[in-house]
């Protein structure tokens, strides 16, 4: 199963998530300081047959906006 890209804005700041899908309970992946959502992608496609996989590109990583104003702990918990 391949993933789809969505993106979603949040307070002005552009997020990008990749959707494995799945029907189950969701899980919601979320990767390191210097990280992607790409890094996921083999155990998502794993989980995905149990469960409902989204792995986040945090504010500043990987396909989401790149310089957003706001890096605070507090913008981070908000956007998941």
């Known amino acids: 199963m391949a993933w789809s890209e969505h993106v979603v804005v949040r307070d002005g ?3 990008a998530c990749r959707d ?17 959502a790409g890094e996921w992608d083999v155990l998502a496609q794993r989980l995905s047959c149990r469960y409902r996989v989204v792995a986040v ?3 500043g990583h990987g396909a989401s906006e790149r310089h957003p104003r706001d890096v605070s702990r507090a913008a981070y918990v908000a956007d998941v």
């Open 20 to 36: 494995w899908g799945g029907s189950g309970s969701p899980i919601v992946l979320l990767h390191g300081l210097a990280g992607h």
């Open 57 to 59: 590109d945090q504010r």
């Open 13 to 15: 700041v552009r997020l």
